[in-house]
DNA sequence: GAGAAAATGTTAGCGACTAACATTTTTGGG
DNA sequence: CCCAAAAATGTTAGTCGCTAACATTTTCTC
């Protein structure tokens, strides 16, 4: 017997559900009460599980990971610099079952305005992360909150520029991007 | 006769009591019914000038100012420097009465989780502006696309650092912001 | 297998927003 | 000044995301 709890199943289910339709129809055209329906659940269920329509589809495995491959780099870094060079370390990190699971949402994100927003609120939360990173190790507050907004904005930008063009490769993409932010180093 | 048509006179009607409300009772707290019946009009009404609560807060004057400025900027320069360089003389060109609405409107995005969010959504439209102007001077696209997110997202961070710390002015909170984006140059 | 706890269901409702259609108000030309 | 066209506003009704409160069922644990 399946050691997973219900709720792991049910939620497994209805994140399956929910990336099908959004995939099939549009995430805008596609309604929670559909999502459930196709599920076999009712509606409450499914904000107990997501809480909103876009935890569908915005589940950020990179928070925490992020934020320590930062912690890692060398503190005479730029912060800017050491903020790029961390996450550029954190990503060459990822298995091929993740990849495919993260092209799969991305696509759907960088497609869906209304989700590309919500992104946008919980870049917030890991900039917030990284910030508060780079100001335990000295920098000041208020350049540590630009380089952490700038740098997942170029981040990213990066991923989306990854998930509409077929002939590019996920670390080539964030590669471009990043680099961006090196200016003159 | 007052030249202004009645479209002018209802719309900033509106847009001053949905300031006023938003400031007393928090922008969450505060329905558009009730904005409405404050400015004595239909609910309906207010849609028709707004489309969308939020954009009672988010006007956007800056845009193509801005995308202007970087276009002045000299085509050597690194993409996001260019962009940088450009903001800071465009910002500089603001007088004392933009300046104090401005701070008004900053500083209810700054403590509103979902205006910050809207907010995103706009610099999206700014940042693709702006990549837009990049890429006509020869800038690779996707470098254009992270620098011009990355500027944004910069930019917007510095605003709202000066909207919640009294002893900070404007220019001091973008420079402060921006020239992390500098680095190396 | 019984009881506690977790998961789910039902109903009711709020607030943002839209569509369709009726009504009033403005406004520009005669 | 007046009157018709156009612009602005109102009304009604409905969808969708989301929440609260309470009832019911299912799952886990002892």
Not at 30 to 38: D, G, K, P
Not at 141 to 148: L, S, V, Y
Request: aromatic residues 4%; negative net charge.
């Amino acid at each position: 017997m399946a050691t997973v709890s219900k709720r792991e199943r049910t939620l497994a289910l209805l994140t399956e559900r929910a990336l099908a339709l959004f995939e099939e129809q549009g995430f805008d055209q596609t309604s929670v009460s559909q999502i459930a329906a196709s599920a076999g659940v009712s509606e409450m269920t499914f904000f107990r599980h997501f809480g909103s329509k876009e935890q569908a589809v915005l589940v950020d495995p990179f928070d925490p990971v992020i934020a320590r491959a930062i912690g890692q780099r060398p503190l005479n870094e730029a912060p800017l610099l050491r903020a790029v060079r961390g996450v550029r370390a954190a990503l060459t990190g990822l298995d091929d079952a993740e990849l495919s699971m993260v092209r799969r949402r991305v696509r759907i994100i960088a497609s869906t305005l209304s989700l590309r927003v919500a992104l946008a609120k919980q870049n917030e939360e890991t900039a917030a992360a990284i910030q508060q990173q780079l100001i335990t190790d000295g920098t000041d507050p208020r350049a540590a909150r630009a380089a952490a907004a700038a740098l997942l904005a170029a981040l990213s930008a990066g991923l989306f520029e990854w998930a509409e063009n077929e002939d590019t490769t996920l670390v080539g993409a964030i590669e471009t991007a990043l680099s961006v932010l090196e200016v003159g180093a």
